[in-house]
Each structure stands twice: as structure tokens, then as C-alpha cells.
């Protein structure tokens, strides 16, 4: 089982439409969850982070944390073909590496239809 | 946040020969850390460069093949040593921000021939 996974897509979805981006991780104990917005060519870029269960907003932009469940989600509203790239979730302060360890998924292509 | 500088942003080299890549941030940070990314996938740690003390290097990744040096706590180096066609790939620097957030330069694409 991978520690942190998603699913690689391509996730297409039409502009004007909520892109759901989705991410599971292993390390029950972990404390801190990242998305990472990554074009093609350029290096990651942090976008959003969370700490504690509930939804995070951030303009269009919505992190949803439920550790229960070892699941975390980006929501995108209003997509826009500028959105497409690859999102890389990725998790920290678990037991892993002792709790200095962020580990990243694999990404999920995201691609905005005009 | 923080601004991470990367030299070169891309180079060309022969087989066996050495590239070393620089890494500067405009403040100071404890944590650094380097990666690799090869087309298409997902980001590899390399090695975690704290200020201080010697680098530590994940699995399948050896100090004499990736040198690391981490002098003060704004700069650090990667070293791609007797490089082969297999270390083609884009090399990135990040550092921790307190607690866990992470930043990356914008890479060195590395192409070895």
C-alpha cells in the first residue's frame, strides 16, 4: 500500500465545473496535508494546506481533511482551462521518518475542457 | 513563503563527467531538501540537508553519487557525480517552512548525453 495515493486520471472536466480532486494516505498519526499545483515543465507550487478535519477555503480553491477516514479532497470551483496541470497531494508529521517525513502522491492530472 | 533560486536551470552533459547545482533562499531556513523528477513522475527525495550536521540520504541514494553540501543556512549544493544517461532528469531544491510546509525552486533540467 502506498502511503499517500491518488488517482493519476486525467480527470477532465468542463470550465465552469467543480474539478474533485481526491487523496488517500497510510499514516494514521499524520498531522499536516498539502496540495501542490504543478504545470507542465515548471517545479510545484503550494497552494493549499490543512490541519484539522473540516473544509479549508481559499477563493475557489476548498481542502477538505477528514482523518477518520485517511482521506483528503480539493474541490476547484468554476474551473477554468488555466487550472490544468497536476496536483500533487502530499502528507506530513506521521510516524514515517519520524514525523519530519512529508510524503507526496504520485498527482492527478487535471485537465479543464473549454 | 519563500524564494528559492536554482543554478543552472538546465545543462547538457557528457557520461561521466559532474554537474554541480546550486540552491539559494532568500531567508533562512533550517530544513532543506532535494529532489528528482523524471518525466511523467512523481518526486523523488533525494536527501534531507539540515545546516550543521551531514546530509541524509534516502534509500538508493548514496553521498558518493549526490555529494551534498549545506554551508550556511541560505544555500546549499547537489552534486551529480559520474553521470550516466540514467541521471537525465529534473533535479529540485525545497525548504521547510515551519511546521511542515514545503517550497521548491524551479528545478535544473539535467540531460546527459
Known amino acids: 500500500q502506498k502511503e499517500v495515493e491518488q488517482n493519476s486520471g486525467p480527470l477532465s472536466v468542463p470550465e465552469g465545473a467543480i474539478a474533485s480532486l481526491n487523496c488517500t494516505y497510510s499514516?494514521?498519526?499524520?498531522?499536516?496535508f498539502f496540495w501542490y499545483r504543478q504545470y507542465s515543465g515548471k517545479s510545484p507550487e503550494l497552494i493549499m494546506s490543512?490541519?484539522?478535519?473540516g473544509d479549508k477555503e481559499d477563493g475557489r480553491f476548498t481542502a477538505q481533511l477528514n482523518k477518520a477516514s485517511q482521506y483528503v479532497s480539493l474541490l476547484i470551483r468554476d474551473s477554468q482551462p488555466s487550472d490544468s496541470a497536476t496536483y500533487l497531494c502530499?502528507?506530513?508529521?506521521?510516524?514515517?521518518?519520524?514525523?519530519?517525513?512529508?510524503?507526496f502522491g504520485t498527482g492527478t492530472k487535471l485537465q479543464v475542457i473549454p | 513563503s519563500a524564494v528559492i533560486s536554482q543554478k543552472p536551470s538546465r545543462d547538457i552533459c557528457q557520461r561521466g563527467t559532474s554537474l554541480t547545482i546550486q540552491c539559494q533562499v532568500d531567508s533562512q531556513v533550517t530544513m532543506m531538501f532535494w529532489y528528482r523528477q523524471q518525466p511523467g513522475q512523481s518526486l523523488t527525495l533525494i536527501a534531507t540537508a539540515n545546516q550543521g550536521s551531514e546530509a541524509t540520504y534516502e534509500s538508493g541514494f548514496v553521498i558518493d553519487k549526490f555529494p551534498i553540501s549545506r554551508p550556511n543556512l541560505t544555500f546549499s549544493t547537489l552534486t551529480v557525480s559520474n553521470m550516466s544517461p540514467e541521471d537525465s532528469s529534473i533535479y529540485l531544491c525545497s525548504v521547510r517552512i515551519a511546521p511542515y510546509e514545503q517550497y521548491f525552486g524551479p528545478g535544473t533540467r539535467l540531460t546527459v548525453t
Open positions: 499514516d494514521r498519526v499524520s498531522q499536516s
Open positions: 490543512i490541519y484539522s478535519n
Open positions: 502530499a502528507v506530513g508529521g506521521g510516524l514515517s521518518g519520524g514525523y519530519q517525513k512529508v510524503t
